[in-house]
């Protein structure tokens, strides 16, 4: 039973670091969050003041290309929200702050929980991104291959951002996987799952003693 029990333990143990791996470039990219809002201020004040052209120069730079037009700014609050959205989506699951009916989740048992995400996470999400970034590959080497850009004067190299998705995708993936592995230790040993609740308990609390940069080391 005590070996069993440590594979068990291993096997969650391996799920978690997945999950965390998969939230890194969503927690990093929180920081987009902040560069959105000030892209939006500026267009807010670029659209009553009436400008046009905000700037130009003589190299192109990815994604800009040679000028930065109001156009140009509307497109790039999309793409950033583009990143966020797909970014975030392994961190907001690792998290465990996806939206769930409260109501019938909070009659469940721990148990009974974790084997409703084994199986969603199996028959669902696992399938659903997994085909969704395949085919994203063919979408985003489309873009690249005939140097997609904006039809209205805007941003360039629109591949840039289209190749957001198959990372979000597989960043999901990833996370989906460790989810699976944890969840289905916890549903063969009901005990370890108590046990890492308790152990993320104390790391939330232990985090939130420490000074912010160092909490976020620790986090990482």
């Known amino acids: 039973m005590m070996r069993e ?42 659209a009553q003041m ?14 800009f290309g040679k000028h930065l037009s109001m156009t140009g700014v509307g497109e790039l609050q999309w793409h950033l929200f583009a990143l966020v959205v797909m970014l975030s989506g392994a961190y907001t699951m690792q998290q465990d702050q996806h939206i769930r009916v409260d109501v019938v989740s909070a009659a469940l048992s721990m148990r009974a929980r974790a084997g409703i995400d084994l199986v969603g996470d199996l028959l669902l999400l696992l399938p659903f991104f997994g085909l969704l970034f395949w085919f994203s590959l063919d979408f985003v080497a489309m873009s690249h291959r005939f140097a997609e850009q904006s039809n209205s004067g805007g941003l360039v190299d629109r591949y840039l951002v289209k190749s957001v998705l ?43 003693s420490l000074p912010a940069g160092a909490a976020e080391k620790e986090s990482v």
Not at 57 to 63: F, Q, V, Y
Request: glycine share 8%; hydrophobic share 60%; proline share 4%.
């Open 5 to 46: 029990h440590s594979g068990l333990r291993a096997m969650a143990n391996l799920g978690v670091a997945l999950m965390k791996l998969s939230a890194v470039p969503g927690r990093m990219g929180a920081w987009i969050i902040f560069a959105l809002v000030l892209v939006v201020l500026f267009a807010v004040v670029g």
């Open 166 to 208: 198959p990372l979000g995708c597989a960043l999901l993936v990833v996370c989906g996987v460790g989810r699976v592995l944890r969840n289905a230790a916890f549903v063969l040993a009901p005990a370890l799952q108590q046990e890492f609740l308790q152990r993320a308990m104390h790391d939330k609390a232990a985090a939130e």
């Open 50 to 63: 009436s400008w046009s052209q905000v700037a130009s120069w003589d190299t192109a730079i990815p994604l």
